[in-house]
């Protein structure tokens, strides 16, 4: 860590600057530089508070150098991590498994649909909203444990693994015959929540949120590992930027930045990232190029009649279509 | 809402989208373009999902007229909503009420110290976290219940009412005495947390997500207030944006569209906004002249041992000085 | 065009922005509904200025329905424009063309070094900055003529086409032997510059802006076209978001939606993209694989030493392996 | 300047970036870490291009510690820049002039009746554009040379010294009986023409780019300054964000963090940055409130027949009435 002091520092302040130090187990090498004086701390630094340290008047800026999260990095962690379902399905061991499903879970009938048109096209995980995030309290908010039963079904009837997301901790038992606990964008700083999660041995599939750093989604699961759950998977879903071509602005770059910084495994949501059907396919062709672990993808049985998100799903047909091409680049890529 | 059609739209495809229309309280008009089809539809069309007819093959692009928000919204309630405390203090009618308090509670001397130093200065409610969202799942997470106590304990001594954060439904009962309850910009869309507080008569001071958007804030007021709880105050505190110099943009421009669009009051968070002390009495000046309902500043009786923050806490004596200006201004403004 | 009337319009005010509306030749259909009055324009209506027709106070909102370019339009030209240069390079015709070189040119010894060594891997054109946008005034700001002539030599001895920036209008003729000359990201919207090179016949490699959404990107294409040069070729180099991990944010979403829009060939920059040599190739292959018609890669033969954007530059060996890839990626997706 | 070293440095790699070190006159300390390896510059460094360092192999990052700006520091230029225009009006010395007029300049009737309205108010600058930067080549680019003839016209007959924007190199000798010089938030980083007019000795105002940083806008004030220019002057027009309701957003913690780190004046454009005639007076308020040096606002006569920004431009009634109000609270503020 190093500290940057103002040019006027008094003797006295810089006294007191170096008392608070005095408490962390870090060694302090001093500088003076013709304009500044600067202040190199050695040592465990990640459990100091820059922003502590910015506080005292003498300080012009502080610095990390160390980053400031430990369980996700790959410095001391230098193998990837993974993961492993019921049904062998591997996450993160150089494969592209692909999760594809509807937005929102509407009824026994449509969840079975999607889940067996989507197995048959080479999927290999599905997805479904039972309790759904939407920016309206008018809108269909899912069909919430009814839902998680239809899951449970479809995963019976197809042999598979589902994944669907959690909204709030008193759910947290409902979701015990669940695959992977989702956290969506919304709540990737829900910390609470996070904290939770951590207590289960699940695999979480942590969202980035619309604003977050690759540095704060770092330290999401930070939280989530803190407490001792291993298995988290990141999402990426598309960012908010300026541009209005696009819902959202896929940051393709996370998936190698992400790669380098933790050994945990990178998915990719080209649905929600763009917002528009006819870019999931060239948006999963570019993410498998990138070095993505899987791909989330939403599919509905018909999607105009789909009670969110339809704008975005693709038919079962579509996906099919698509999917074969996906495969193949998956092969080229990973062989 | 009007409706804008593909070129190569069949009779069939129209349709269909025409049958879905259908299920809708609403009249549609037609006119057919030399180069688009556009379809406008007369009637009460917020409970109509956007996406949902965007899903539809046929259609190009979906536009609102109708805001999707109804009890926030300023055209069915034209005059301000004033909330009005224990202590007589209000909200809303005009004056700008100064909240203020450390980023964290800390210890009763801590706060009791600041409560009545700011008490004196003329902030006219308490500030303090209980329960901390921090970044870093090492880093102090706030006392939590013992907190809260101490709130309260301040609140007993200096007779200002109280304004603290709930990070988790399963807390609301810890609230009760709690005059406001203060939803973080982390959680604006935590859905599950706006529904529990829709559900209480106490105000809620909701603070607008780092990036969301103007029209979302007010979308989770209504979530709010559709619950029964009309009583929300809305809080800009920074968005982020490319701009490193500070460490978000103060959207100053947020009080007056907020104010045109909605009846609640507006009150700004210069100390998050800028993360910078002296940056502190600028913002707070341009958000009295701009309209502000009220300023909430964050104040720390030694902000270089500050466990949270501190970087961006005044001390009593700079809040002191600070707080004549605005008190002035405010009287230049409203008088 | 449609036009959301104010609730409160008064048959004067109406009066008014019908006449004003008179001078087009539109036909204007209107409904209206219970909350609001609705125009709808049709006929050629990319000549009319919507913010004109906002200025009148009747007006609460104004949509397009026609984009507001043409001649870059892909509804008016759906084949793709293929450019082809001097030694029979062809950009636009499902080729994959790399373009490599560094970012300054810096001495006769280094471009003719760095030009044999990218055309042994196979690159097929080289670039090469002679004139220098740098934010500093005291940054090199490039060799100017002398840079010019120094690519002259190498395009004499290998017989790459080369591809260089201008940013004065007053250089064009300096620019007679250049393949392609540059518009920088930063010119994207020096539209006096634009206007010039609409008057000549070379392709324009015209760079997207740092913050330009996709139509203004188009819009800035549709001056250069206006003028009668139908040779332009898009650049998606990033763009500024909060994301602070990477220089920029590759926007890749950006090729899919610009082929959809336009005919126009569409170039991916990942050297300035991200601003990290390790993190070219990964973007380079995503670009490939969402179907980008050319790619630009920073090589200097000595990184370390180079005089501007070094840190970003790859050597001749690292481009070496990694042009190896993009050739096997390019086969496999074009084949 | 702190250049943290990556961990596997090997004493080769070392040994090159101290040799490359040693051509500058900088003394260089060295810090070895239980985890990394740090590198202190001492010395005059803002000449030391940090990204040519960051190109070193074994260099992890870069962190200037001196401002790499020296002529607009106002570490080197402690007393405010005070610019005296030929009619006695001040920019600089703590008043607040208002600068208004059209968005371009349409006919002699109109800038004359326009001019002199604002005269009246209390305007002491009139504002107008000959030279217009249209997204659309098919938008009124303004009347060029007769434009600026309407504005000396107008600048006879009342008084007013003028402001108009430049856009090209070659017009320099147009604008020499213009009183300040316009360089638009499109051309902030045209550095061709920022040379150039670093060699006048008239007055620059330079708005920030949309999406340029607040470093970026000082740099190119230093390539005007550094040229021999020291009359510029600041304009804050709105950056561009994710926020859709404004057309952008006023950054107004721009006007403290200039006038902390530069000694040139700060002016504010509410016109631009909202792109809402309602926003000009909150949003002018504030800018008083938090420090502005001066402000632009656009006024037309008849706004819903302007050839440009007519949504945006107040009529001469209306700025009357919000003008009254600036004096009032400029009187107040800067008593």
Not at 195 to 204: A, D, F, N, R, S
Not at 323 to 328: A, G, P, S, V
Request: one cysteine or more; hydrophobic letters at 40%; aromatic letters at 6%.
């Amino acid at each position: 860590m190093i500290i940057v002091l103002k040019r006027n520092a008094t003797r006295e302040k810089m006294a007191e600057l170096e008392e608070y130090l005095s408490q962390f187990d870090v060694r302090v090498n001093k500088w003076e530089g013709t304009q500044e004086t600067v202040l190199g701390l050695i040592g465990d630094t990640y459990v100091i508070d820059a922003e502590a340290i910015g506080a005292h008047e003498v300080v012009s800026s502080v610095q990390r150098v160390q980053e400031p999260y430990k369980k996700v990095n790959r410095k001391f962690h230098p193998d990837n991590t993974v993961i492993t379902l019921e049904n062998g399905i591997k996450i993160g061991d150089g494969s592209v498994p692909i999760i594809a499903g509807p937005c929102s879970v509407e009824s026994e009938e449509q969840i079975l649909e999607v889940a067996e048109a989507i197995k048959a096209s080479g999927a290999t995980m599905l997805r479904g909203g039972a309790f759904k995030p939407r920016t309206s309290p008018y809108a269909f908010q899912g069909l919430q444990g009814e839902g998680l039963d239809l899951l449970l079904t479809a995963k019976k009837k197809t042999g598979l693994p589902i994944v669907t997301e959690i909204m709030r901790v008193s759910h947290i038992d409902l979701f015990e015959n669940v695959d992977i606990i989702q956290v969506g964008a919304r709540n990737m700083q829900n910390f609470e929540l996070l904290k939770e999660l951590g207590h289960l041995k699940k695999p979480i599939l942590l969202k980035r949120g619309l604003s977050s750093t690759i540095e704060e989604l770092l330290m999401s699961a930070e939280y989530i590992m803190a407490g001792g759950n291993d298995k988290v998977i990141f999402c990426e879903r598309g960012i908010r930027t300026f541009e209005t071509a696009t819902r959202n602005t896929l940051d393709i770059s996370a998936i190698p930045i992400l790669k380098e910084k933790s050994h945990l495994p990178v998915i990719i949501d080209p649905s929600h990232a763009a917002g528009i059907p006819s870019l999931v396919e060239p948006l999963s062709l570019a993410s498998i190029a990138a070095g993505a672990d899987g791909l989330i993808i939403e599919v509905h049985n018909d999607p105009k009649k789909a009670l969110s998100d339809g704008a975005q799903s693709l038919t079962p047909l579509q996906f099919d279509g698509i999917c074969k091409n996906l495969i193949r680049a998956t092969e080229f890529f990973r062989q």
